[in-house]
């Protein structure tokens, strides 16, 4: 018997023995919205998988990333119904666990060992204690930069580099007439797409969103010069409509081998070193995400995790497949069929103590960007909020989205940078006080 056959065998027994869906003679079918990331792909294709076990059908929503915040913060706020589980973040899991919108996963089986999640992710997706969602994987944000490139421009990656110097090797590794850019950055709106990267980048920067009295922070010189910094050097090394870019798109750019460096999630270094997809794999270095020497870097901190909302009629099922899809015998199953540097990364210690995952390139730069994020401390002055490229209120999202396409519009020369951050001051702080914290 081959290992996936042993491995089905055993994830069978136990989720058959917890509850399976043919003890009332009937197969159910649970719905999951999720991201349109590799790594949710790779879980799709491994469902027969749990099907088999359990009789327990699955159908997938499957969503850009923008589109699936709208969709499933619309379908749970109006408690629409439409999923039994899904895919949500650190931003969203404590607010809305606090709301009682979620199934509290307090009951998950001993053999799931919850004690083995990493404790930052642990606490990103718990309320008061009580975890609200399982991390599918975690993730910081890191530098992934091609060696060749780096070995030809006469330059070598610091571990820990200044963003003074990735713009420096930006403009020295920038080779337009050979379609290499020297960087490339999220710049499509949205909280959680270039928001999540211009606000992690501005920690760095000294910026904050907010003062300690909610007092809106964007007339200040730390975002302009963040954003300055950013426009200039995207403008003179980046892509053509880098302003519309995102994570799927500075992807495929990197796999092309038209970037030279990429700070985006940690998650995408299994994609950018599997030589099935990426002509540069065997050419890629990786090395903390930068800072100014403020004493705060500009990564963050995320869980893609799965989560039960309260009004589904097939919460036992559903804790079934969160169970087998965040499990270490699905991280197993994965390495057996696809190799350790394919396996959900961020979410389990047990990972980061396995030899096999060890000898995996990108796994200890990982995990130091993972460990030196922190949500209670990311800016260089006090905030009154929790969070690294959020601010966990509920009402970041909506006021951030917006802040979000006042830049990108400034990205793509439609506004300047002054105007963009006066409409964001303005956005905010209207906001905010129709919200009450002013």
């Not at 990656?157 to 850019?181: H, L, V, Y």
């Amino acid at each position: 018997m081959s290992f996936k056959s042993t491995l089905c065998a055993a994830t069978a027994l136990s989720l058959v023995t917890a509850g399976s869906a043919f003890a009332d003679g009937h197969s159910k079918t649970i719905t999951i919205a999720t991201v349109n990331n590799g790594d949710m792909i790779r879980m799709q294709g491994y469902t027969d998988t749990f099907t088999e076990a359990t009789g327990i059908s699955v159908e997938w929503v499957t969503l850009e990333e923008n589109v699936l915040r709208q969709r499933v913060t619309t379908d749970i706020t109006t408690k629409g119904g439409a999923f039994d589980i899904m895919t949500i973040g650190m931003y969203e899991t404590p607010i809305w666990g606090a709301n009682g919108w979620l199934v509290a996963l307090d009951d998950l089986s001993d053999e799931y060992d919850v004690g083995d999640i990493l404790p930052a992710m642990a606490g990103g997706l718990s309320h008061e204690g009580t975890l609200y969602a399982a991390p599918f994987y975690g993730e910081s944000s890191m530098i992934m930069y091609r060696s060749d490139l780096m070995e030809k421009a006469g330059l070598e990656m610091p571990d820990a580099p200044t963003w003074e110097f990735i713009g420096e090797a930006a403009a020295a590794m920038t080779d337009r007439e050979n379609e290499i850019n020297g960087i490339c950055l999220r710049g499509k709106a949205g909280w959680g797409e270039g928001g999540a990267f211009i606000t992690a980048m501005s920690n760095s920067f000294g910026a904050r969103w907010f003062d300690e009295s909610w007092n809106a922070q964007f007339d200040t010189d730390a975002w302009a010069n963040t954003l300055n910094f950013y426009k200039d050097m995207m403008d003179s090394a980046g892509p053509t409509g880098y302003a519309t870019n995102g994570f799927n798109e500075n992807l495929s750019l990197f796999q092309q081998g038209k970037c030279g460096m990429w700070i985006d999630a940690t998650v995408a270094a299994s994609f950018v070193t599997n030589p099935k997809d990426s002509t540069v794999a065997d050419s890629v270095g990786f090395a903390l995400a930068p800072d100014t020497g403020l004493g705060k870097r500009s990564n963050w901190l995320w869980a893609w995790a799965l989560a039960i909302p309260a009004g589904t009629q097939q919460q036992a099922e559903a804790k079934q497949f969160i169970e087998w899809a965040t499990s270490k015998d699905y991280i197993e199953l994965v390495a057996a069929n696809e190799g350790w540097a394919n396996v959900p990364p961020g979410a389990r210690t047990s990972l980061y103590e396995n030899p096999n995952y060890q000898s995996v390139p990108f796994a200890k730069m990982t995990l130091d960007s993972i460990l030196s994020a922190d949500p209670n401390d990311s800016t260089v002055d006090a905030t009154p909020y929790v969070g690294i490229q959020f601010a966990a209120i509920p009402e970041f999202a909506g006021i951030a989205t917006e802040v979000s396409q006042e830049f990108s519009a400034a990205y793509a020369g439609q506004q300047t940078i002054a105007v963009a951050l006066e409409k964001a001051q303005a956005i905010t702080n209207e906001a905010m006080e129709a919200a009450g914290y002013r």
